[in-house]
């Protein structure tokens, strides 16, 4: 535990550096206590790149779809019979 930007472990308090290219873990083993570094992998800036707007995109269309699904069914339910409405909506959820 530690405040904002400082990483405490076993007595020993470090400044984080966020834009360090490697994450170093602590690790406990049989032969004693080892540090295991990594690269990391660089983060998605924001922007217009693919990589940053696709998961907001399907964010916003998955909330679309289960925002209208309410709505939708009740108009369907009262301009359609109930066999036809049902039918409807089992078609298009073995499409989804």
Known sequence: EGTD???CARGLCVIAE?????????TDGDGG???ICEEK???IQPGLTFAY???????L???VL???NFPLGRLM?????????TSTRMLLASIA
């Open 41 to 43: 992998e660089p983060s």
């Open 5 to 7: 930007g400082v990483i």
């Open 77 to 85: 339910n009262d301009s359609l019979p109930a066999s036809a409405a």
């Open 18 to 26: 966020e834009e360090s290219s490697e994450l170093c873990v602590l």
């Open 53 to 59: 707007l696709w998961p907001r995109a399907l964010l």
């Open 61 to 63: 269309i998955c909330s």
């Open 66 to 68: 289960y925002g209208t």
């Open 33 to 35: 206590s080892q540090i």
